[in-house]
T-cell receptor, first 115, second 110 residues
Framework: EPEVTQTPSHQVTQMGQEVILRCVPISNHLYFYWYRQILGQKVEFLVSFYNNEISEKSEIFDDQFSVERPDGSNFTLKIRSTKLEDSAMYFC?????????????FGSGTRLTVV | QKEVEQNSGPLSVPEGAIASLNCTYSDRGSQSFFWYRQYSGKSPELIMFIYSNGDKEDGRFTAQLNKASQYVSLLIRDSQPSDSATYLCAVKYNFNKFYFGSGTKLNVKP
């Protein structure tokens, strides 16, 4: 069964450093998402992406965050200057067609630890 | 503010029993309702979704939706120890993004 893959599985970075989290969505999918989950808290929406542009973003997704689809397969989340409170699990997801009632599949996640 | 509320648990049931998980949501414009299972340190795994009032069954799982009461539930029949996990209720808005509840931790005791 096709799956969304994320790398790395765990990243440790120093506060103030830039990090790039990578995702390979399912190949024929067109809509892409990032969510995050701080330990012990809810899964929170960050951003949705379609047709090479952001379609929606949450309040969390400030100027420190950016997303990109640099080639036909990867979908990346960049945090420019990490803060301690960015420590969380980050999940990527994709859908073939947006606007549907169905759910989407999450990747296995990247655990980001900012020290 | 779109809220999705769940009891955090833990909910403990013996093996073979029915586990009942509940969720309420605040926005009447919500369109689709989902149950995800999450094991510790892992990503959410979709169990099932429902968008019409009533019941939807899939194997040992039954989702129930009551839009008038803004209430969604998940029943797990013949609970197994492997069902022990946190169950996340999620609501889809604008046919796009999810709002998640904080999850109910289920313990199934052998």
């Amino acid at each position: 069964e096709p799956e969304v893959t994320q790398t790395p599985s765990h990243q440790v970075t120093q506060m103030g450093q830039e990090v790039i989290l990578r995702c390979v969505p399912i190949s024929n999918h067109l809509y892409f998402y990032w969510y995050r989950q701080i330990l012990g808290q809810k899964v929170e929406f960050l951003v949705s992406f379609y047709n090479n542009e952001i379609s929606e973003k949450s309040e969390i997704f400030d100027d420190q965050f950016s997303v990109e689809r640099p080639d036909g397969s990867n979908f990346t989340l960049k945090i420019r200057s990490t803060k301690l409170e960015d420590s969380a699990m980050y999940f990527c997801a994709s859908e073939r067609a947006g606007g549907g009632r169905g759910g989407y599949t999450f990747g296995s996640g990247t655990r980001l630890t900012v020290v | 503010q779109k809220e999705v509320e769940q009891n955090s648990g833990p909910l403990s049931v013996p093996e073979g029993a029915i586990a009942s998980l509940n969720c309420t949501y605040s926005d009447r414009g919500s369109q689709s309702f989902f149950w995800y299972r999450q094991y510790s340190g892992k990503s959410p795994e979709l169990i099932m979704f429902i968008y019409s009032n009533g019941d939807k069954e899939d194997g040992r799982f039954t989702a129930q939706l009551n839009k008038a009461s803004q209430y969604v539930s998940l029943l797990i029949r013949d609970s197994q120890p492997s069902d022990s996990a946190t169950y996340l209720c999620a609501v889809k808005y604008n046919f796009n993004k999810f709002y998640f509840g904080s999850g109910t931790k289920l313990n199934v005791k052998p």
